[in-house]
């Protein structure tokens, strides 16, 4: 994908919330660059959303318990879209012959700014009192998502774990590339099948093998933060969900893919998501949505490579889509500072929707002012730095 630009030419790509869309040899994708952002807009709806002291705005409970009912599988299917579009978009638009070093260069490059950013307006603006040191060191160098205990995992900048997670599928796709690449094109179906089968049993597995035990998920006290844990944050679990979009890529390119389109596909993941509020919570956020999630990913990338417009192939889509890598990860630090900047207080209704609205125009401003003083600049110049790379393992 490209590395400013989703629309342009790209020699590289950047995956999850950082994720933009080129084709392999300098087509275009701007399909999958205008999706980002309602993912990434779904994730800020499931912390607005969420039913603790330190995130509610809304005295009304009746209003609050709607609220949450309808946004709580949002941020599972936003992340679950942004790992899939990550395998999805760094396999089409990989080259042969990349040095992995150079691979592994541009995309930290990309994400690593905006985190360290965003990680500081939170150690500034938010009380972060409850957060250990420890647990700010795990989170700076990027590796909470392997510690199995949620408040490090959501230590400093909440969003900040899915991009812990992330990291280590960069560090894997040298290795996943080549092998996918090698597998008979009539046996493609085979392992998608077999992919999400895998993410179907994660959850089985995870009531078989690991021990429930004391914790619970904050938000759903009748979880087991364990299961939470290993079945929605380990690296490895989530690896599938990647390798997935790799799949789908692989198929795509290779023409062995039953396209259903964007009306189909988009109505089946609406399906999948009210249905997921009324499965246990580990089907809901792991399995239900992974499928349409996939068909919807490969649907805007044919649309666009057939050259058919699409809802989210304008201007202004592809903007929001741009900016929406750094609204990913600073809107939890704007929710939590209006929230303390509140007090003690509740809002009403109308009010609290003001609110809301003026959050996510303040996550938009401070995530166009990354975009263009950090992102952009930063991903141009490391992709440049990139070609010259020689003599390192090539991809």
Request: proline residues 6%.
């Amino acid at each position: 994908m490209s590395t400013e630009d989703l629309t342009r030419p790209s020699d590289g790509a950047t995956a999850g919330p950082a994720a933009a869309g080129a084709a392999p040899g300098g087509g275009r994708l701007p399909t999958l660059t205008g999706l980002r952002f309602p993912a990434a807009f779904l994730v800020f709806l499931f912390h607005a959303a969420l039913p603790l002291s330190e995130m509610r705005i809304l005295a009304d409970d009746g209003v609050a318990d709607w609220f949450y009912t309808f946004a709580a599988q949002s941020g599972g299917l936003g992340v679950t879209f942004f790992f899939v579009l990550s395998g999805f978009i760094l396999t089409w638009s990989a080259r042969d012959g990349d040095p992995a070093r150079a691979f592994w260069r541009r995309r930290y490059a990309k994400i690593v700014p905006v985190y360290l950013v965003s990680w500081f307006l939170a150690l500034l603006l938010v009380d972060l009192s409850a957060t250990e040191v420890w647990q700010a060191v795990v989170t700076l160098f990027m590796v909470q998502s392997w510690v199995p205990d949620l408040s490090t995992n959501f230590a400093v900048n909440n969003p900040g774990w899915s991009l812990s997670t992330e990291a280590f599928f960069y560090l894997c796709f040298p290795a996943l590339y080549p092998a996918v690449k090698r597998i008979r094109e009539h046996r493609l179906k085979y392992w998608l099948a077999g992919t999400v089968a895998a993410i179907a049993a994660t959850p089985l597995i995870t009531y078989a093998l690991i021990p429930v035990g004391t914790e619970v998920v904050p938000n759903e006290p009748t979880d087991s933060a364990n299961y939470f844990w290993f079945a929605y944050i380990f690296p490895p679990a989530r690896l599938l969900d990647f390798l997935l979009g790799i799949l789908v890529a692989r198929a795509v390119l290779a023409g062995r893919w039953h396209d259903v389109g964007l009306a189909r596909s988009g109505a089946l993941l609406a399906a999948a998501y009210a249905a997921a509020s009324f499965t246990p919570l580990l089907y809901g956020l792991r399995v239900l949505c992974v499928v349409p999630a996939a068909l919807l990913v490969a649907a805007g990338a044919l649309a666009d490579t057939e050259g058919r417009r699409t809802l989210f192939s304008n201007r202004a889509a592809i903007w929001l889509g741009e900016v929406s890598f750094a609204f990913y990860l600073v809107h939890y630090t704007v929710l939590t500072f209006f929230r303390e900047s509140l007090g003690d207080r509740m809002l009403s209704t109308p009010v609290g929707v003001a609110v809301l609205i003026a959050e996510a125009a303040v996550s938009l401003v401070l995530s166009w002012a990354l975009y263009y003083a950090v992102e952009r600049p930063l991903t141009r110049r490391w992709s440049k730095a990139g070609r010259t790379t020689r003599r390192t393992r090539r991809v």
